[in-house]
């Protein structure tokens, strides 16, 4: 799947697990005005006089908008500034690389926005680079209850990585824990009538995989379905991905794209773990005997598969029914189940994710800096708590005119077990905040009629089954470093290229298994070694 969809699904998710405050969780109401150390009133929603603010968007290629709207004046940009008195200024906007590439370049010779949302790297580079506005006080002047509720159950780790030099650079937003584990989503269905059970382990898999490529599981007569599917961007993405096979390299112990610690406590990449190379030779011959989509590494869109029903198994994480819409709508008797891939003793292995996702960050000198404390304040209640028409601008998420994310790291699971509750009568679900009531009056509907409206399936089913799984007991290990260090600035976008060229090649066959051993030693030699080095002077400091 392209990068630029897969931001979609990540985003709409985003949004949606951010959707309530939960009744077991105290201190949800956030109040008009509060009082500041020195006895002046504030308003944490809204800025005395108006105040524009420039910002830089990334949208997607296939962006609907209204008759009339542009990115920058558009229903969601008006709202902003009628609810908060901020006047965005768009100064430019691009899609997915593109707009890497630009902001990199603008923030290169400075020219960046008032405000933007940056990931943890360049947050540390513009924080060295002397490119932030100290937030400190403002943060503790206008930020709300319910925003620091959030921090603080992370153990204020996120408060700690947006702080450099004893100063807060940041509003960090949660990493939502729930976009680890990588599932294996298989159409029910299909098992039902091929008398399969779901798999547990990579045996069982090959097992399932060779059914629904030689026994017609859509009985169709034809020889035209698929095992399993993958995208021709990475073989394991480091958070929740479609179509990439992260769950087999769990499954051996392995965590690619991450840095861990091995058992003898070595700080490693986890690309270059021995466990790599097992997942590689799996996934090298279940490619070699028809299991995985022979396309992948060249096909632009693998959910066509899914949603033309030519494909019943992929991986994803727990939200993936939101994607999944194509699919039901084009046959409503896809039944689409979550499962986890556990390793030889049956265990489930995962890499948590960073304790924040990404920061929004203010521009040094920026004469407001409290805009970007009452914008995550007015957005935080939006996406928790929103009347009806605020639900309306959070179904359109992608004009707003930035994006963060605020709520508990297990927010996931909490609202699973909501909604489980409020379907068995357990609880009133007229105490269901803000997105949830909705999701449980889906959830009604699906109920009566299963799977007759996509679009109403796809969030009861996400936090049903995909969430329901993460209940199950998982080994995670923690990474010990997201950032990147000197050497990584100078040689890490070649040894990506090297790892991504090397992998791709040993699972297709255009390279022997033995070629990751050649890789790890030439990775090592052309940087990595150096890197672990610096990444272990990091951690002692």
């Given at each position: ?346 265990e489930y292995n ?58 508990y790291p297990n ?17 009133d679900p007229t ?111």
């Amino acid at each position: 799947m392209k990068i630029s969809k897969m931001l979609t699904f990540v985003l709409a998710t985003s949004i949606l697990l951010a959707g309530c405050s939960t009744k077991n969780n105290p201190d949800t109401t956030k109040p008009e005005e509060q009082q500041i150390s020195d006895n002046t009133p504030v308003d944490p929603f809204r800025l005395p006089e108006p105040v524009e603010v420039k910002v830089i968007k990334s949208v997607l290629p296939d962006l609907n908008m209204a008759a009339g709207e542009t990115i920058e004046d558009n229903a969601y940009t008006k709202y902003v500034f009628e609810r908060t008195n901020i006047k965005t200024k768009v100064m430019w906007y691009a899609s997915a690389t593109d707009y890497d590439q630009k902001m990199q370049l603008a923030i290169a010779s400075n020219d960046i926005p008032d405000m933007m949302v940056v990931n943890e790297n360049t947050f540390r580079a513009m924080a060295a680079s002397n490119q932030l506005e100290d937030l400190t006080e403002v943060y503790n002047k206008y930020v709300t209850p319910e925003i620091k509720k959030f921090y603080e159950a992370t153990n204020n780790k996120v408060i700690e990585s947006a702080t450099y030099g004893g100063k807060l650079l940041a509003l960090p937003s949660v990493g939502i824990q729930a976009d680890a584990p990588s599932m294996l989503w298989v159409r029910q269905d299909w098992l039902d009538k091929l008398s399969l059970q779901p798999p547990k382990n990579i045996e069982e898999l090959k097992s399932m995989l060779k059914a629904f490529v030689e026994q017609d599981p859509d009985d169709n007569g034809k020889a035209d379905t698929i095992g399993l599917t993958g995208n021709n961007v990475n073989l394991a993405a480091q958070g929740g991905g479609l179509h990439d096979f992260k769950a087999i390299f769990n499954a051996f112990k392995s965590y690619p794209l991450t840095w861990v610690k091995d058992e003898a406590g070595n700080t490693v990449y986890g690309s270059t773990m021995p466990g790599a190379k097992k997942a590689l030779g799996v996934i090298r011959d279940m490619y070699k005997e028809g299991l995985i989509d022979k396309e992948f590494a060249l096909r632009k869109s693998p959910d066509e598969l899914v949603a033309s029903g030519k494909a019943g198994a992929f991986f994803g994480p727990w939200w993936t029914p939101w994607a999944l819409t194509g699919s039901v709508k084009n046959d409503p008797k896809a039944d689409w189940r979550a499962y986890m891939i556990g390793d030889e003793q049956g265990e489930y292995n995962i890499a948590s994710l960073p304790a924040a996702q990404s920061y929004l960050v203010v521009k040094k000198g920026f004469k407001h800096p409290e805009a970007a404390v009452v914008y995550a304040n007015m957005y935080d209640q939006v996406s928790h708590t929103p009347s009806e028409k605020e639900k309306e601008l959070i179904n359109g998420h992608s004009l707003w005119p930035l994006t963060m994310i605020t709520d508990y790291p297990n927010a996931a699971t909490i609202k699973h077990e909501l909604l489980v509750d409020a379907l068995a009568g357990k609880v009133d679900p007229t105490t269901l905040d803000g997105e949830m009531q909705l999701v449980y009056k889906q959830a009604l509907k699906d109920k009566e009629n299963p799977r007759a409206n996509a679009d109403e399936w796809a969030a009861p089913h996400a936090y049903l089954e995909g969430a329901g799984v993460l209940k199950l007991k998982m080994n995670a290990i923690d990474p010990v470093f997201n950032t990147s260090t000197k050497t990584m600035e100078r040689r890490w976008a070649n040894l990506q290229k090297m790892e991504n060229e090397t992998f791709f090649k040993i699972v297709l066959g255009g390279l022997e298994l033995d070629a990751f051993d050649q890789f790890v030693e030439k990775w090592k030699a052309e940087g990595g070694t150096t890197i672990i080095k610096e990444i272990d002077e990091e951690i002692l400091k």
